[in-house]
């Protein structure tokens, strides 16, 4: 079943107010042929709101009435197995179904709002494979930075960047390739969002005090080499996985900061004295996402008044790279250059774009960020010091993946605005 035939299907059903069971199986279904990440369903003063979060921007399907809401509401509290009958509390449950023969994991969330109950609806495709670390668009320096972090023995590596960034893809993958026989790993997470054959995967219950920080100090009585926790949000935390590193133990988490040096202040706000910041960090992964071109309808196209604001950074990113073919293809589109723009097609459901494109930003704790960390400098002082050291800005990244024609200038700088540098 197409999309398109799914859609004009749930639209007749919600305008002739009928078999609501129906449409709620519909409205997931659309969002897994869509490959959308989330659902949102949304009551307004005057109508309600179906929208699809595609490629990170939320995309609006359709309106219906309001009176339905209650009705849609009900049923897929029915299917999460939540309290139909509590409507002035969020909750918060896990669905496991199956449609179009993937399985997926639903993590449901209702809030009540003035208008009533917001639904939020998280989709993992369990049937979809965890990418490896090398297709996740990982190239130059930065490749070569995380291959060598991962294969030490000990210390601790950190993702940051917002919510919805795929932070924990990366973990996972990075996770997917070291998970040896020989090799013990046990994870921390909330929820357990990929389960991996080999690898001991423990899903924290802060409400029965099972934190974060109370499964790692239990996993290190474990006999663990390897310990992912999904998500440093606390000083005790901070300070086991410190522990954990210095006691010959590899640790990844994740972490909520804007960029890679911002995550060093964090950590010392978080009371976390200077010099165990690089005795214990090997490095720090700032990754964003932008969306990628349709390769079946992205036209080429010349660049002028934007090409002028960007010349001076292609120039800073040219200088890192060492492949001399890409240089020299740069040099020349210096003077002449190329890039891609969106159209629409149906392969992209004429979104214009189709998936999405890794962006890295890898800070490694060379000896002059060291300086920076232990003389108590800002993020925007350590950030200076690692883009001296040879470090591969995020903006940099981003003009090098618009120049290797996966996505367009347009999409990079409007990913740009949110840079803090």
């Known amino acids: 079943m ?24 519909l409205i997931i279904l659309a969002a897994v042929l869509w490959d959308s990440s989330d659902i949102h369903i949304e009551p307004l003063s005057s109508y309600v709101r179906l929208r699809y979060r595609l490629d990170w921007e939320l995309t609006e399907i359709l ?52 208008h009533g109950e917001k639904i939020v609806m998280r989709i993992v495709d369990k049937s979809k494979k965890i990418p490896k670390l090398h297709e996740l668009g990982i190239e130059w320096k930065n490749w070569e930075l995380i291959k060598k972090a991962i294969s030490l023995p000990n210390g601790i590596i950190l993702t940051s960047w917002p919510t919805g960034s795929w932070k924990s ?14 090799v013990n790993i046990m994870t921390l997470e909330d929820p357990v969002e990929n389960q991996i054959d080999g690898i001991n995967q423990s899903q924290v219950k802060p409400d029965i005090w099972y934190t974060f920080a109370y499964g790692l100090r239990t996993a290190l009585r474990q006999d663990p080499d390897i310990i992912m926790v999904w998500e440093m ?16 133990h590899l640790v990844l988490s994740t972490i909520h900061t804007n960029n890679a040096s911002e995550t060093i202040t964090r950590m010392i706000n978080m009371w976390v004295q200077p010099f165990l910041i690089p ?20 036209k080429q196209v010349k660049i002028s008044e934007l090409w002028k604001t960007v010349v001076e950074d292609i120039k ?15 040099w020349n ?42 003389a108590w400098r800002s993020a925007y002082n350590i950030n200076n010091q690692a883009v001296k050291d040879w470090m591969i800005s995020l903006e940099q990244d981003w003009i090098m993946k618009a120049l290797n024609w996966l996505t367009s200038l347009e999409e990079v700088y409007r990913v740009a605005k949110s840079q803090k540098w």
Request: aromatic content about 12%.
């Open 2 to 25: 197409k999309y398109n035939e799914v859609v004009q299907k749930l639209k007749d059903i919600v305008y002739r107010w009928e078999n609501i069971q129906e449409a709620c199986n």
């Open 63 to 114: 309106e219906y009435q309001n009176f339905l809401h209650s009705w849609i509401v009900a049923r897929f509290k029915i299917m999460s197995d939540l309290k139909i009958d509590e409507s002035r509390i969020p909750q918060d449950w896990r669905l496991s179904t199956t449609i179009e023969w993937k399985s997926l994991d639903l993590r449901v969330s209702t809030l009540p709002t003035v």
């Open 169 to 182: 893809t990366t973990l996972y993958s990075a996770l997917t390739d070291l998970n040896k026989i020989w």
């Open 233 to 248: 949000r606390d000083k005790e935390t901070v300070d086991i996985a410190i522990e954990a590193s210095l006691t010959w």
């Open 279 to 298: 005795a214990s960090v090997n490095i720090i992964i700032a990754q964003r996402l932008v969306r990628k071109l349709c390769p079946y309808c992205k």
């Open 316 to 330: 800073n990113a040219i200088q890192i790279t060492d492949k001399k073919e890409l240089m020299s293809r740069v």
């Open 333 to 374: 589109e210096l003077k002449n250059p190329i890039f891609y723009e969106p159209v629409w097609c149906e392969h992209c459901n004429w979104l214009w774009y189709k998936w999405r494109v890794w962006l890295y930003e890898v800070l490694e704790i060379t000896p002059g960020v060291k300086e920076m960390i232990l």
